[in-house]
Protein backbone atom coordinates (compact mmCIF):
# COMPACT_ATOMS: atom_id res chain seq x y z
CA UNK A 1 0.00 0.00 0.00
CA UNK A 2 2.93 2.87 0.85
CA UNK A 3 4.72 1.59 -2.43
CA UNK A 4 1.11 2.09 -4.96
CA UNK A 5 1.19 5.73 -2.77
CA UNK A 6 4.40 6.83 -3.35
CA UNK A 7 4.34 5.54 -6.64
CA UNK A 8 1.01 7.35 -7.27
CA UNK A 9 2.89 10.63 -6.06
CA UNK A 10 6.08 9.85 -7.92
CA UNK A 11 3.83 9.67 -11.15
CA UNK A 12 2.16 13.03 -10.21
CA UNK A 13 5.43 14.16 -10.00
CA UNK A 14 6.60 13.35 -13.54
CA UNK A 15 3.35 14.10 -15.32
CA UNK A 16 4.02 17.87 -14.43
CA UNK A 17 7.28 17.23 -15.26
CA UNK A 18 9.00 17.38 -11.81
CA UNK A 19 11.75 14.72 -11.23
CA UNK A 20 10.71 14.54 -7.13
CA UNK A 21 7.54 15.59 -5.90
CA UNK A 22 7.04 19.65 -5.95
CA UNK A 23 7.00 21.47 -2.15
CA UNK A 24 3.92 22.20 -0.99
CA UNK A 25 2.56 25.92 -2.09
CA UNK A 26 2.20 28.44 0.93
CA UNK A 27 -1.52 29.31 0.11
CA UNK A 28 -4.31 27.36 -1.10
CA UNK A 29 -4.15 29.57 -4.46
CA UNK A 30 -0.20 29.58 -5.10
CA UNK A 31 0.89 27.13 -7.36
CA UNK A 32 3.76 25.06 -6.51
CA UNK A 33 7.49 26.65 -6.15
CA UNK A 34 9.36 26.05 -9.21
CA UNK A 35 12.81 27.71 -8.01
CA UNK A 36 14.36 24.49 -7.56
CA UNK A 37 13.84 23.31 -10.78
CA UNK A 38 14.68 26.29 -12.98
CA UNK A 39 16.34 24.15 -15.66
CA UNK A 40 13.66 21.61 -16.39
CA UNK A 41 10.88 24.67 -17.82
CA UNK A 42 11.32 28.11 -19.31
CA UNK A 43 11.42 30.96 -17.13
CA UNK A 44 7.76 32.65 -16.70
CA UNK A 45 7.49 36.49 -18.07
CA UNK A 46 7.34 39.09 -15.72
CA UNK A 47 3.62 40.41 -14.59
CA UNK A 48 3.19 43.31 -15.62
CA UNK A 49 3.03 45.90 -12.08
CA UNK A 50 -0.39 47.17 -13.32
CA UNK A 51 -2.20 43.38 -12.74
CA UNK A 52 -2.82 42.50 -9.06
CA UNK A 53 -1.58 39.48 -7.56
CA UNK A 54 -4.58 37.74 -5.06
CA UNK A 55 -3.42 38.27 -1.61
CA UNK A 56 -2.73 35.49 0.59
CA UNK A 57 -5.01 35.56 3.65
CA UNK A 58 -3.30 36.80 6.73
CA UNK A 59 -2.36 34.31 9.87
CA UNK A 60 -4.80 34.24 12.90
CA UNK A 61 -3.71 34.71 16.01
CA UNK A 62 -3.95 31.01 16.66
CA UNK A 63 -2.05 30.27 13.83
CA UNK A 64 0.66 32.49 15.05
CA UNK A 65 1.00 31.20 18.14
CA UNK A 66 0.91 27.52 17.26
CA UNK A 67 4.12 28.65 14.85
CA UNK A 68 5.66 30.00 17.99
CA UNK A 69 4.62 27.09 20.31
CA UNK A 70 6.59 24.85 17.50
CA UNK A 71 9.80 27.02 17.61
CA UNK A 72 9.71 26.70 21.43
CA UNK A 73 9.56 23.08 21.44
CA UNK A 74 12.61 22.45 18.94
CA UNK A 75 14.33 24.18 21.09
CA UNK A 76 13.45 22.25 24.12
CA UNK A 77 14.43 19.70 22.07
CA UNK A 78 18.01 21.23 21.04
CA UNK A 79 19.00 22.38 24.79
CA UNK A 80 17.90 20.42 27.48
CA UNK A 81 17.14 21.88 30.95
CA UNK A 82 19.38 22.68 33.25
CA UNK A 83 20.14 19.83 35.93
CA UNK A 84 20.83 20.69 40.05
CA UNK A 85 24.57 20.81 39.55
CA UNK A 86 24.11 23.14 36.32
CA UNK A 87 21.92 25.48 38.78
CA UNK A 88 24.27 25.93 41.38
CA UNK A 89 27.21 26.22 39.49
CA UNK A 90 25.23 28.94 37.55
CA UNK A 91 24.21 30.23 40.22
CA UNK A 92 27.48 30.73 41.94
CA UNK A 93 29.23 31.95 39.04
CA UNK A 94 26.60 35.11 38.92
CA UNK A 95 26.39 35.41 43.11
CA UNK A 96 30.57 35.10 43.51
CA UNK A 97 31.89 35.26 40.09
CA UNK A 98 31.64 38.56 39.08
CA UNK A 99 32.12 41.14 42.09
CA UNK A 100 29.91 44.19 42.26
CA UNK A 101 32.87 46.44 42.75
CA UNK A 102 33.21 46.66 38.36
CA UNK A 103 29.87 47.15 38.05
CA UNK A 104 27.57 50.56 36.77
CA UNK A 105 26.53 52.01 40.10
CA UNK A 106 22.35 52.29 39.68
CA UNK A 107 21.71 55.49 37.92
CA UNK A 108 20.33 58.00 40.59
CA UNK A 109 17.44 59.31 37.91
CA UNK A 110 16.34 55.67 37.82
CA UNK A 111 16.00 54.98 41.49
CA UNK A 112 13.87 58.96 41.72
CA UNK A 113 11.83 57.73 39.38
CA UNK A 114 10.67 54.65 41.43
CA UNK A 115 10.37 56.69 44.39
CA UNK A 116 7.77 58.83 42.40
CA UNK A 117 5.41 56.19 41.81
CA UNK A 118 5.18 56.07 45.53
CA UNK A 119 2.65 58.06 48.01
CA UNK A 120 4.39 61.82 49.10
CA UNK A 121 5.95 60.71 52.71
CA UNK A 122 4.26 62.41 55.36
CA UNK A 123 4.84 63.28 58.97
CA UNK A 124 2.70 61.10 60.49
CA UNK A 125 3.68 58.39 58.54
CA UNK A 126 3.72 54.90 60.11
CA UNK A 127 7.56 53.31 61.22
CA UNK A 128 6.06 50.08 59.94
CA UNK A 129 5.31 51.97 56.44
CA UNK A 130 8.86 53.76 56.85
CA UNK A 131 10.76 50.40 57.32
CA UNK A 132 8.38 49.02 54.02
CA UNK A 133 10.08 51.43 52.18
CA UNK A 134 13.90 51.63 53.22
CA UNK A 135 13.06 47.24 52.14
CA UNK A 136 11.48 48.27 48.50
CA UNK A 137 14.46 50.70 47.72
CA UNK A 138 17.37 48.32 48.85
CA UNK A 139 15.34 45.34 46.80
CA UNK A 140 15.15 47.66 43.96
CA UNK A 141 19.37 48.26 43.98
CA UNK A 142 19.85 44.24 44.84
CA UNK A 143 17.67 43.19 41.53
CA UNK A 144 19.90 45.94 39.73
CA UNK A 145 22.97 44.50 40.20
CA UNK A 146 21.56 40.85 40.01
CA UNK A 147 20.40 41.62 36.61
CA UNK A 148 23.48 43.05 35.38
CA UNK A 149 26.02 40.16 36.89
CA UNK A 150 23.06 37.49 35.14
CA UNK A 151 23.24 39.48 31.98
CA UNK A 152 27.22 39.20 31.76
CA UNK A 153 27.15 35.71 32.58
CA UNK A 154 24.76 34.90 29.95
CA UNK A 155 26.69 37.14 27.65
CA UNK A 156 30.21 34.79 28.45
CA UNK A 157 28.29 31.56 28.60
CA UNK A 158 27.36 31.90 24.81
CA UNK A 159 30.63 30.84 24.13
CA UNK A 160 30.38 26.82 23.70
CA UNK A 161 34.31 26.50 25.07
CA UNK A 162 33.19 28.42 28.35
CA UNK A 163 30.37 26.15 29.03
CA UNK A 164 32.68 23.20 28.56
CA UNK A 165 35.30 25.14 30.75
CA UNK A 166 33.33 25.60 33.39
CA UNK A 167 31.34 22.35 33.28
CA UNK A 168 28.07 24.27 32.77
CA UNK A 169 25.98 21.41 30.38
CA UNK A 170 22.86 24.07 29.91
CA UNK A 171 21.73 27.21 31.70
CA UNK A 172 17.82 28.39 32.76
CA UNK A 173 16.11 29.60 29.38
CA UNK A 174 14.10 32.85 29.99
CA UNK A 175 10.11 33.00 29.72
CA UNK A 176 9.47 33.34 26.15
CA UNK A 177 8.30 36.60 24.66
CA UNK A 178 5.22 35.90 22.15
CA UNK A 179 4.12 38.93 20.35
CA UNK A 180 0.73 38.11 17.85
CA UNK A 181 0.52 40.52 15.70
CA UNK A 182 -3.20 41.02 14.08
CA UNK A 183 -4.33 40.25 11.31
CA UNK A 184 -4.98 43.47 9.47
CA UNK A 185 -3.38 43.48 6.05
CA UNK A 186 -2.94 47.04 5.84
CA UNK A 187 0.15 47.77 3.61
CA UNK A 188 -1.46 47.56 0.49
CA UNK A 189 -3.95 49.95 1.51
CA UNK A 190 -1.83 52.19 2.99
CA UNK A 191 0.45 52.92 0.02
CA UNK A 192 -2.87 53.36 -2.03
CA UNK A 193 -3.96 56.22 0.47
CA UNK A 194 -0.57 57.45 0.48
CA UNK A 195 -0.20 57.75 -3.39
CA UNK A 196 -3.68 59.29 -3.25
CA UNK A 197 -3.24 62.12 -0.58
CA UNK A 198 0.36 63.17 -2.17
CA UNK A 199 -1.36 63.22 -6.02
CA UNK A 200 -4.48 65.00 -4.96
CA UNK A 201 -4.29 66.38 -1.16
CA UNK A 202 -0.63 67.00 -0.83
CA UNK A 203 -0.69 66.33 3.14
CA UNK A 204 2.55 64.54 2.73
CA UNK A 205 4.17 67.48 0.47
CA UNK A 206 7.26 69.32 1.93
CA UNK A 207 5.84 72.78 1.01
CA UNK A 208 2.77 71.67 3.72
CA UNK A 209 5.23 70.53 6.16
CA UNK A 210 6.97 74.26 6.04
CA UNK A 211 3.70 76.21 5.84
CA UNK A 212 2.09 74.44 9.24
CA UNK A 213 6.18 74.92 10.59
CA UNK A 214 5.90 78.74 9.89
CA UNK A 215 2.80 78.59 11.61
CA UNK A 216 3.36 76.91 14.66
CA UNK A 217 6.63 78.63 15.38
CA UNK A 218 5.16 81.95 14.94
CA UNK A 219 1.52 82.64 14.32
CA UNK A 220 -0.02 80.26 16.34
CA UNK A 221 -0.33 82.70 19.37
CA UNK A 222 -1.19 85.82 17.67
CA UNK A 223 -4.98 87.07 18.97
CA UNK A 224 -7.18 89.91 17.08
CA UNK A 225 -7.61 90.47 20.93
CA UNK A 226 -5.41 90.06 23.35
CA UNK A 227 -5.78 89.13 26.67
CA UNK A 228 -2.74 90.46 28.24
CA UNK A 229 -3.56 93.74 27.00
CA UNK A 230 -7.09 93.65 27.76
CA UNK A 231 -6.17 93.13 31.39
CA UNK A 232 -3.40 95.77 31.36
CA UNK A 233 -6.08 98.43 30.83
CA UNK A 234 -7.25 100.82 33.49
CA UNK A 235 -10.81 99.07 33.59
CA UNK A 236 -13.46 99.64 33.55
CA UNK A 237 -14.01 101.24 30.27
CA UNK A 238 -16.54 103.25 29.14
CA UNK A 239 -18.62 101.19 26.15
CA UNK A 240 -17.19 103.57 23.28
CA UNK A 241 -13.46 103.24 24.54
CA UNK A 242 -13.92 98.90 24.94
CA UNK A 243 -15.14 99.02 21.54
CA UNK A 244 -12.22 101.36 19.93
CA UNK A 245 -9.64 99.19 21.81
CA UNK A 246 -11.23 96.24 20.33
CA UNK A 247 -10.70 97.81 16.58
CA UNK A 248 -7.20 98.74 16.98
CA UNK A 249 -6.33 95.53 18.03
CA UNK A 250 -8.31 93.76 15.22
CA UNK A 251 -6.83 95.98 12.71
CA UNK A 252 -2.91 95.63 14.44
CA UNK A 253 -3.10 91.74 13.89
CA UNK A 254 -4.62 92.16 10.33
CA UNK A 255 -1.72 94.22 9.30
CA UNK A 256 0.47 91.81 10.54
CA UNK A 257 -1.22 88.98 8.71
CA UNK A 258 -0.95 91.05 5.62
CA UNK A 259 2.57 92.13 6.19
CA UNK A 260 4.14 89.53 7.83
CA UNK A 261 2.50 86.26 7.49
CA UNK A 262 1.26 85.90 3.94
CA UNK A 263 4.35 87.01 2.39
CA UNK A 264 6.06 84.90 4.43
CA UNK A 265 4.44 82.16 2.86
CA UNK A 266 4.78 83.36 -0.23
CA UNK A 267 8.35 83.47 0.06
CA UNK A 268 8.59 80.01 0.77
CA UNK A 269 6.72 78.99 -2.62
CA UNK A 270 9.95 81.13 -4.25
CA UNK A 271 12.66 79.58 -2.11
CA UNK A 272 11.36 76.19 -2.78
CA UNK A 273 9.83 76.41 -6.27
CA UNK A 274 11.35 72.95 -7.06
CA UNK A 275 8.35 71.22 -5.36
CA UNK A 276 5.70 72.51 -6.99
CA UNK A 277 6.57 74.27 -10.60
CA UNK A 278 6.53 70.23 -12.17
CA UNK A 279 3.18 70.48 -11.36
CA UNK A 280 2.21 72.98 -14.09
CA UNK A 281 1.97 71.84 -17.64
CA UNK A 282 4.32 72.54 -20.14
CA UNK A 283 2.29 73.11 -23.07
CA UNK A 284 -0.92 75.77 -22.95
CA UNK A 285 -2.84 73.29 -24.35
CA UNK A 286 -3.40 70.94 -21.15
CA UNK A 287 -5.26 72.59 -18.17
CA UNK A 288 -3.34 73.49 -15.37
CA UNK A 289 -5.20 70.79 -13.45
CA UNK A 290 -2.09 69.42 -10.64
CA UNK A 291 -1.19 72.91 -9.86
CA UNK A 292 -4.73 74.16 -9.11
CA UNK A 293 -5.21 71.30 -6.70
CA UNK A 294 -2.07 71.56 -4.84
CA UNK A 295 -2.84 75.23 -4.33
CA UNK A 296 -6.48 74.85 -3.08
CA UNK A 297 -5.19 72.09 -0.56
CA UNK A 298 -2.44 75.24 0.37
CA UNK A 299 -5.29 77.56 0.73
CA UNK A 300 -7.48 74.73 2.81
CA UNK A 301 -4.48 74.54 5.12
CA UNK A 302 -3.83 78.63 5.47
CA UNK A 303 -7.73 78.81 6.16
CA UNK A 304 -7.68 76.09 8.48
CA UNK A 305 -4.46 78.14 10.76
CA UNK A 306 -6.58 81.78 9.72
CA UNK A 307 -9.98 79.57 11.20
CA UNK A 308 -8.27 78.35 14.45
CA UNK A 309 -6.98 81.79 15.27
CA UNK A 310 -10.25 83.11 14.86
CA UNK A 311 -11.73 80.56 17.26
CA UNK A 312 -9.17 81.22 19.89
CA UNK A 313 -9.60 84.97 19.45
CA UNK A 314 -13.16 84.35 20.23
CA UNK A 315 -12.13 82.26 22.79
CA UNK A 316 -10.54 84.55 24.62
CA UNK A 317 -12.96 86.96 24.38
CA UNK A 318 -15.55 84.90 25.60
CA UNK A 319 -13.04 84.00 28.77
CA UNK A 320 -12.27 87.64 29.45
CA UNK A 321 -16.25 88.04 30.21
CA UNK A 322 -17.11 84.93 31.73
CA UNK A 323 -14.76 85.73 34.61
CA UNK A 324 -18.28 87.53 35.77
CA UNK A 325 -20.79 84.31 34.65
CA UNK A 326 -21.92 83.87 38.36
CA UNK A 327 -23.61 87.64 38.03
CA UNK A 328 -24.33 90.26 40.30
CA UNK A 329 -27.38 89.53 42.21
CA UNK A 330 -26.45 90.52 45.57
CA UNK A 331 -29.42 89.68 47.23
CA UNK A 332 -31.28 91.99 50.34
CA UNK A 333 -28.69 94.48 51.23
CA UNK A 334 -25.88 95.31 48.65
CA UNK A 335 -21.75 95.09 50.10
CA UNK A 336 -19.21 96.65 47.58
CA UNK A 337 -16.48 94.12 48.99
CA UNK A 338 -18.87 91.36 47.35
CA UNK A 339 -17.75 92.19 43.88
CA UNK A 340 -13.85 92.96 44.71
CA UNK A 341 -12.53 91.99 40.52
CA UNK A 342 -12.12 94.47 38.56
CA UNK A 343 -15.24 95.44 36.46
CA UNK A 344 -15.17 95.73 32.61
CA UNK A 345 -17.43 98.33 31.74
CA UNK A 346 -18.57 101.55 33.07
CA UNK A 347 -22.39 102.79 32.94
CA UNK A 348 -23.45 105.68 34.27
CA UNK A 349 -26.86 106.42 36.32
CA UNK A 350 -28.98 109.72 34.65
CA UNK A 351 -31.84 111.48 35.41
CA UNK A 352 -34.76 110.91 32.66
CA UNK A 353 -37.51 111.73 34.24
CA UNK A 354 -39.49 110.32 36.29
CA UNK A 355 -37.29 107.99 36.44
CA UNK A 356 -33.35 106.86 36.81
CA UNK A 357 -31.94 105.30 33.75
CA UNK A 358 -29.14 103.28 32.48
CA UNK A 359 -26.02 104.92 30.13
CA UNK A 360 -25.81 103.09 27.62
CA UNK A 361 -28.93 100.70 28.50
CA UNK A 362 -28.60 97.50 28.47
CA UNK A 363 -29.32 97.16 24.86
CA UNK A 364 -27.08 99.18 23.50
CA UNK A 365 -24.30 97.43 25.77
CA UNK A 366 -24.94 93.86 24.12
CA UNK A 367 -25.16 96.07 20.87
CA UNK A 368 -21.28 97.00 21.66
CA UNK A 369 -20.27 93.46 22.98
CA UNK A 370 -21.99 91.80 19.62
CA UNK A 371 -20.22 93.98 17.76
CA UNK A 372 -17.06 93.20 19.47
CA UNK A 373 -17.11 89.42 18.02
CA UNK A 374 -17.71 90.49 15.07
CA UNK A 375 -15.29 92.65 14.90
CA UNK A 376 -12.68 89.60 14.49
CA UNK A 377 -14.46 87.79 12.33
CA UNK A 378 -14.45 90.75 10.24
CA UNK A 379 -11.11 91.29 10.46
CA UNK A 380 -10.15 87.90 9.15
CA UNK A 381 -12.08 88.09 6.20
CA UNK A 382 -11.09 89.12 2.54
CA UNK A 383 -7.09 87.96 2.95
CA UNK A 384 -5.60 87.02 -0.53
CA UNK A 385 -4.42 83.46 -1.38
CA UNK A 386 -1.06 83.50 -2.02
CA UNK A 387 -1.41 82.90 -5.61
CA UNK A 388 -1.97 86.19 -4.96
CA UNK A 389 1.81 87.27 -4.10
CA UNK A 390 2.90 84.37 -6.79
CA UNK A 391 0.76 85.56 -9.81
CA UNK A 392 0.03 89.28 -10.12
CA UNK A 393 -2.55 88.56 -13.33
CA UNK A 394 -4.46 86.34 -10.19
CA UNK A 395 -6.99 88.16 -8.14
CA UNK A 396 -10.29 87.79 -5.88
CA UNK A 397 -9.05 84.85 -4.33
CA UNK A 398 -9.14 84.42 -0.77
CA UNK A 399 -8.92 82.54 2.17
CA UNK A 400 -11.83 81.18 3.96
CA UNK A 401 -12.86 82.32 7.24
CA UNK A 402 -15.33 81.53 9.74
CA UNK A 403 -18.92 82.61 8.97
CA UNK A 404 -20.92 85.00 11.70
CA UNK A 405 -23.68 82.34 11.32
CA UNK A 406 -21.94 79.17 11.99
CA UNK A 407 -23.15 77.38 15.14
CA UNK A 408 -19.27 77.64 16.95
CA UNK A 409 -20.16 81.41 16.86
CA UNK A 410 -23.59 81.42 17.65
CA UNK A 411 -22.88 79.51 20.77
CA UNK A 412 -20.31 82.34 21.84
CA UNK A 413 -22.56 84.78 21.25
CA UNK A 414 -25.35 83.23 23.09
CA UNK A 415 -22.71 82.57 26.01
CA UNK A 416 -22.16 85.55 26.28
CA UNK A 417 -25.64 86.93 26.31
CA UNK A 418 -26.30 84.79 29.05
CA UNK A 419 -23.50 86.34 30.95
CA UNK A 420 -24.64 89.73 30.20
CA UNK A 421 -28.32 89.12 31.66
CA UNK A 422 -26.82 87.89 34.78
CA UNK A 423 -25.12 90.82 35.47
CA UNK A 424 -28.07 93.53 34.68
CA UNK A 425 -29.98 91.96 37.52
CA UNK A 426 -28.08 93.79 40.49
CA UNK A 427 -27.89 97.32 38.72
CA UNK A 428 -31.85 96.82 38.79
CA UNK A 429 -32.30 95.78 41.91
CA UNK A 430 -29.53 98.63 43.01
CA UNK A 431 -31.76 101.58 41.79
CA UNK A 432 -34.24 101.16 44.87
CA UNK A 433 -31.44 102.84 46.87
CA UNK A 434 -33.42 105.88 45.27
CA UNK A 435 -37.15 105.13 45.63
CA UNK A 436 -36.61 107.19 48.76
CA UNK A 437 -35.74 110.03 46.68
CA UNK A 438 -38.44 110.00 43.54
CA UNK A 439 -40.30 112.45 45.02
CA UNK A 440 -37.32 115.10 43.74
CA UNK A 441 -37.58 112.95 40.30
CA UNK A 442 -41.42 113.80 40.09
CA UNK A 443 -41.95 117.32 41.42
CA UNK A 444 -43.79 115.75 44.18
CA UNK A 445 -41.27 117.66 46.67
CA UNK A 446 -41.50 120.82 45.09
CA UNK A 447 -45.03 120.90 45.77
CA UNK A 448 -44.88 119.90 49.06
CA UNK A 449 -43.10 122.84 49.30
CA UNK A 450 -45.39 125.28 47.82
CA UNK A 451 -48.06 123.81 50.02
CA UNK A 452 -46.33 124.44 53.29
CA UNK A 453 -45.33 128.02 52.36
CA UNK A 454 -48.76 128.54 51.71
CA UNK A 455 -49.31 127.93 55.28
CA UNK A 456 -48.47 130.21 57.65
CA UNK A 457 -45.82 128.85 60.12
CA UNK A 458 -43.22 130.10 63.26
CA UNK A 459 -39.35 130.62 62.62
CA UNK A 460 -39.48 127.59 64.49
CA UNK A 461 -41.28 125.96 61.83
CA UNK A 462 -39.01 127.38 59.16
CA UNK A 463 -35.83 126.06 60.67
CA UNK A 464 -37.23 122.56 60.84
CA UNK A 465 -38.52 122.60 57.37
CA UNK A 466 -34.75 123.52 56.17
CA UNK A 467 -33.12 121.14 58.51
CA UNK A 468 -35.24 118.39 56.88
CA UNK A 469 -34.00 119.47 53.49
CA UNK A 470 -29.93 119.99 55.06
CA UNK A 471 -30.39 116.31 55.93
CA UNK A 472 -31.66 115.02 53.01
CA UNK A 473 -28.97 116.68 50.78
CA UNK A 474 -26.34 115.47 52.83
CA UNK A 475 -27.76 111.87 53.05
CA UNK A 476 -27.47 111.98 49.00
CA UNK A 477 -24.19 113.56 48.74
CA UNK A 478 -22.58 110.44 51.08
CA UNK A 479 -24.39 108.44 48.23
CA UNK A 480 -21.77 106.25 46.51
CA UNK A 481 -19.91 107.60 43.57
CA UNK A 482 -18.95 104.32 42.26
CA UNK A 483 -20.92 100.86 42.56
CA UNK A 484 -19.08 97.84 41.62
CA UNK A 485 -21.23 95.40 40.26
CA UNK A 486 -19.19 91.82 38.73
CA UNK A 487 -19.18 93.05 34.91
CA UNK A 488 -20.06 96.94 35.34
CA UNK A 489 -19.41 99.59 37.13
CA UNK A 490 -22.27 101.92 38.01
CA UNK A 491 -21.37 105.89 37.90
CA UNK A 492 -23.39 107.76 40.07
CA UNK A 493 -22.02 110.94 40.45
CA UNK A 494 -23.90 112.77 37.92
CA UNK A 495 -27.18 111.26 39.38
CA UNK A 496 -26.00 112.22 42.60
CA UNK A 497 -25.37 115.77 42.13
CA UNK A 498 -28.85 115.92 40.04
CA UNK A 499 -30.29 115.43 42.93
CA UNK A 500 -28.85 117.27 45.60
CA UNK A 501 -28.88 120.51 43.26
CA UNK A 502 -32.76 119.39 43.21
CA UNK A 503 -32.95 119.35 47.52
CA UNK A 504 -30.47 122.78 46.88
CA UNK A 505 -33.33 124.79 44.76
CA UNK A 506 -35.84 123.40 47.94
CA UNK A 507 -34.00 124.89 50.75
CA UNK A 508 -33.34 128.13 48.59
CA UNK A 509 -36.96 128.26 48.30
CA UNK A 510 -38.09 128.17 51.54
CA UNK A 511 -34.88 130.79 52.33
CA UNK A 512 -36.06 133.58 49.81
CA UNK A 513 -39.82 132.87 50.96
CA UNK A 514 -38.79 133.58 54.00
CA UNK A 515 -36.33 136.48 53.35
CA UNK A 516 -39.12 138.24 50.95
CA UNK A 517 -41.67 138.02 53.72
CA UNK A 518 -39.61 139.56 56.52
CA UNK A 519 -39.00 142.01 53.97
CA UNK A 520 -42.63 143.11 53.44
CA UNK A 521 -42.69 142.80 57.27
CA UNK A 522 -40.38 145.50 57.83
CA UNK A 523 -41.86 147.41 55.16
CA UNK A 524 -44.98 147.88 56.47
Same mark, same amino acid.
Given at each position: ???????????????? $???????L??A??A??? =?? &????? !???? @?????H?????S??? *? &????L +?????Q?? @?????????????????M????????S *??L??????????I??L?????????K??????????????? +?Y?? *???? *??????????S???????????K??????????V &?W???Y??????? /??H????????????????N?????????L????????????SE?????Q????????Q???????????L????E????????????L???S??????CV #????S??L? /??????L??????F???????????????M =?????????V?????E???D????????????????M???? %???E?P???C???P?????Y?? =?????????T???????D???????? &? =?????????? %?N???? !?????? /? #???EE???????R?????V??L?K?I??????????????Y???????L?????K??????????????E??? $?
Open positions: MQMMEDDSIYNMSQSR $GYPVPPPPMCNEPD =TS &PHASL !SPRP @KSRSRVRTPRRPM *S &PKEQ +DIMNSEE @KRKAIQADPNEKDLKRYYYITTGVP *SVAPMPRQQMMSLRLPPETEDCSHLQIMRANLEEEVKR +DYF *SLKE *SIVDYILMDPELQRLSISSIPPFPRRVIRPP &PAASKETHMWQ /SQLFTVSQIMVLLQDVWLRFSSLRFVREDLFSKSLPLLPFEEFVRQCQNTRELLQTWLPHCASFETFYLWLPLIPKSEDAPFVQQFFS #AALMLQR /SLVQDSQDLLYFSIHEEGNDFGEVFDE =TYVQRQVLLKLQVDPHIFSPSFQELWEFINRAFEIIK %SAELRVEFLFDIQNLLR =TISPDESLVNFIDKAKILHKNTVG &P =TKYLNEYKKY %SLLDH !SAKQEI /S #AFLKHSLDGFTKIDSNHWEASLRVTVPMSMFCLAGKLNDDCDRAELKDQIVMFEVEENRLNK $G
